[in-house]
Each structure stands twice: as structure tokens, then as C-alpha cells.
């Protein structure tokens, strides 16, 4: 069932005549972004690895190893050649192989920092002079509240995150005289297919029931429930739309009231 401010922007047809590249899109969050942004107006092209079955009909899907930086070139030519420009991108796409000690972590480093870092770097440097060209629009990075945890299994993830909220930061700065917006969104537990992932390989690292997991991580959130894609894709359809005009730098905590610290 849509909810009230998925409804408004869906019919609101705020995004019309505005293009948006969407990394991650093939699935979960990255999906569900996707489906907000068409249903908004916009026109978009996306990146996987490999199309699946939840691919959002609509948007252009582009085959894409986005974790080498000739991965993330010929992805960004082939969007710009795809829409003539672009006025939004959201850097979803992320993830690690391993929830293992970070002493065990050595051949898993440089890949998470690719996806989850370098990626976004990389696509943002080929992608912002067409933006200028266009003048303006909103950048988003999608990160994790790891980086506020510091989660024994997810160091390497946590730090990769942790750079791109930095580096999310001071492009921002960088970026606004050009009226360019750049956020960031810090997501707590959501329900996804990689979710699914993590909780049967950490079961299987230290024992229990995925189901017990599950239960275990709604409790620890005040709102009483993982987070579903679709929390996530209104969220980010609002901040790059014009009613988020006079937001930039942010970092925005999406997780159901679970990080308490306040720094």
C-alpha cells in the first residue's frame, strides 16, 4: 500500500523533464528509489551488475561493474548518452562480501572501499560537469548508521560509509555556488534481499536463527519495525525535489529512531 507522501509525490509530477541516474537500482532500495522518481516524472537510468525480475519497468537499465573506475565511466558516457544530461543522481549501490573479524578482512578492503566510496567519487567526477552544465540539481549518497556503530563484522563497510558521509560533506560545499545539492542519508535496518543476505551468513559465523536475528533488530528500534524500501525511496524523492531547495550538506538519519547519540 503506498503511503501518504509517496501518494503526494507520485502524483504531484514534481520531477517532470528532470533526469536522474540511480546506481543499485535493480533491487530493494535502490528499486523502490527508482519506481518514487519515475512516478514523480522524472526519466531515469540505472545500473546493476545483472537485471533481475524487480528492475523498475520505465527506466533504462545499463549492465555495470560500478566497482572499477572503467565500470563507472562507461556507465556514466552511456547515461549521459541515454537522457542528454542530468539534473539527479543517487549513489546507492554498495554492500560487502564478508561479515568476518576486521583482522580477517585483508582481500575484502579494497573492493568495499570501491563500491561503497570510490564508486560515488568516481561517478560524481564524470557526472557534475554536465550537472553544471544544466544549472543545478541534487546529489545523493546513500550510507549507514555502521558508521555511527562501529560493528565488529563491519568495519571495512562501516569506514568505506564513513568516507563518503566526509567526502559527502565537503563536496557539498564545493558543489552549492553551482546550485548543486549533495546529501547524504544514513539508513538504519531495512528489509532487503542483502539484508536476507547478512543475517544467513552471520548465522552461519556465529550461530542461531535468521528469524530470532530479525526479531532481534526490530526490537532494538523504537518505531518497532525494520524499515521497508519504500521509507527510504520517499525520503530521497523529497530531498531532490525543489520543496528540499535549502538543503545541503546534511546527513540524514533514516532508521526508525535507533541511533541515540546526537554526534
Known sequence: MATESSLIATSSGELSGRRAVVTGGSRGIGAA???SLLDAGATVVTSARGETPH??????FVTADLSTSDGVRDFADTALELQGGVDIVVNN?????SFQSVLELENDWQYTMDINFLAAVRLNAALVPAMRESGGGAIIHVSSIATVAAYPNLLHYAAA???LETYSKGLSAE???DGIRVISVCLGNVETPASEIARTRIVELHG???DDLTGQWAAEIPLGRLGEPQDIADAVSFLVSPRASWITGSNVVIDGGKTASLC
Open 33 to 35: 528509489i527508482v519506481r
Open 55 to 60: 528492475t523498475p519497468p520505465g527506466a533504462a
Open 161 to 163: 560509509k564513513s568516507a
Open 93 to 97: 549501490a554498495g554492500g560487502c562480501r
Open 208 to 210: 542461531g536463527d535468521p
Open 175 to 177: 558543489l552549492a555556488p
